[in-house]
C-alpha cells in the first residue's frame, strides 16, 4: 500500500454516494485504484448504465443495456447502430467499510462484531470497543463519515447527545481534522484517521498517538515544551495547544526538527514552502489564522523562524 492509495480511500469514504465509478477513481490515480481493488477495500459493485454518447455533434446521456446476444453493455445511436461499452467504463466499486476498519484498529485489543453497525445508514457506525492505556474501561469506538456536512454534523452531534459515553468515545472519520466543527460534548473525541495513523502508507492507527491525542494531559515528557509523534499536540509548560490541519502539523514538524538538534534559526520562506505552503501564504499569521496561542513558542524576525519556549 501508499501513501496515494491510503489518501485515496479516505477520500473516497468522502464521497456522496456510496458508488464509485471505477473509472473516475482511475483518473486520480490508477495505481492507488488498483492497489486499493486488490487489497479489497475497494469492491466490485454493479454497473451505472449512464454514458455520455457522441451523436450530431453533442455530449448526451444515454442509458447502456446489456445485450444478451452481444455479451456485452451499450447502446444505439440515432442511426440505430449498436455502439458497445466496456464493461469498466461503467463498472462500479464501494469501500469495504468491514474491512477498513478492521485495519485501523488492528494494533488494538478489540472487542466487538465482526462487522461494522449501523447508526445512521451508510454515515455512522459502531465498530465496538478497544483497550486504551489510559482509559479506566474499553473504549467505545465509532466511525463517520462526510463531518463537513452539516446535514451529517447534526445528526451526529443529535446522536452523541442520545448517547453518552460512560468515560470516553472515539469517533474516527474520514474528513479532515480542519474540517470537523468543534462539538461541546468532550468526552467524544472526534479525530481523522490519518492524523492517528502509525505510517502514513498503512491504515493502523497508532495506539501511542491514539492515546495522547486523547489523553493528552498524561504523556508530556520534556519540559518546557514536548510535541505529540503527529504534531497534533504541542505542550507548553503543561498547557495542550492542539494544531488539526495537516500543513500546521508538518511545519511544526519541520521547525521541532531544528529546535530538537540545536538549530538556531530557520529560513522562514524555506519552512513554509516544505509544509506545503505555496498559495500565497508568506506568513505564520496567514498560516494560523484566527488564533494568536502559536506565539507563545514561535517566534520571528528578518526572514528566520525559530522555536523558543
Known amino acids: 500500500m501508499s501513501k496515494r492509495a491510503i489518501n485515496l480511500l479516505l477520500r473516497a469514504m468522502e464521497a456522496r454516494s456510496m458508488s464509485l465509478q471505477t473509472s473516475t477513481l482511475h483518473q486520480v490515480s490508477r495505481s492507488a485504484t488498483d492497489a486499493l481493488i486488490a487489497a479489497k477495500l475497494l ?38 447502430r449498436w455502439v458497445k461499452v466496456a464493461n469498466q467504463d461503467i463498472a462500479v466499486c464501494k469501500v469495504d467499510y468491514g474491512l477498513a476498519l478492521a485495519k485501523m484498529l488492528v494494533a488494538f485489543e478489540r472487542a ?25 474501561a ?9 463531518l463537513g456536512d452539516p446535514g451529517v454534523w447534526a445528526q451526529l452531534e443529535a446522536l452523541i447527545g442520545r448517547k453518552p459515553p460512560q468515560e470516553i468515545r472515539i469517533v474516527l472519520t474520514s474528513t479532515l481534522g480542519e474540517r470537523i466543527p468543534a462539538t461541546a460534548q468532550k468526552r467524544n473525541h472526534i479525530i481523522n484517521v490519518a492524523d492517528v495513523a502509525g505510517d502514513p502508507a498503512k491504515l ?26 503527529d504534531y497534533g499536540i504541542v505542550w507548553l509548560r503543561g498547557e495542550a495547544l492542539t494544531f488539526k490541519s495537516p500543513k500546521q502539523r508538518r511545519l511544526l514538524n519541520v521547525l521541532f526538527d531544528a ?32 488564533r494568536d496561542d502559536w506565539r507563545s513558542f514561535i517566534k520571528y524576525a528578518d526572514g528566520n523562524c525559530w522555536i523558543e519556549p
Request: aromatic fraction near 10%; glycine fraction near 10%.
Open 43 to 80: 469492491m466490485p459493485s454493479g454497473h451505472v448504465p449512464v454514458v455520455v454518447g457522441m451523436d450530431d455533434y453533442e455530449d448526451e446521456p444515454l442509458e447502456a443495456t446489456w445485450s444478451a446476444e452481444l455479451k456485452s453493455f451499450g447502446y444505439h445511436d440515432s442511426a440505430g
Open 138 to 146: 474499553p473504549v467505545p469506538v465509532w466511525f463517520a463519515r462526510r
Open 259 to 290: 529546535y530538537e538538534t540545536g538549530s538556531a534559526t530557520c529560513l522562514t520562506e524555506a519552512v513554509l514552502y516544505e509544509a506545503g505552503y505555496k498559495d500565497g501564504t508568506n506568513s505564520f499569521s496567514k498560516v494560523f489564522s484566527g
Open 204 to 229: 493502523a492507527i497508532s495506539p501511542q498517538v491514539l492515546g495522547a491525542r486523547v489523553f493528552p494531559g498524561q504523556v508530556q515528557r520534556r519540559f518546557p515544551i514536548d510535541h505529540s509523534d
Open 112 to 136: 466487538g462484531p465482526s462487522r461494522p453497525t449501523s447508526l445512521v445508514t451508510d454515515l455512522i457506525w459502531e465498530v465496538g470497543t478497544i483497550k486504551l492505556a489510559g482509559a479506566k
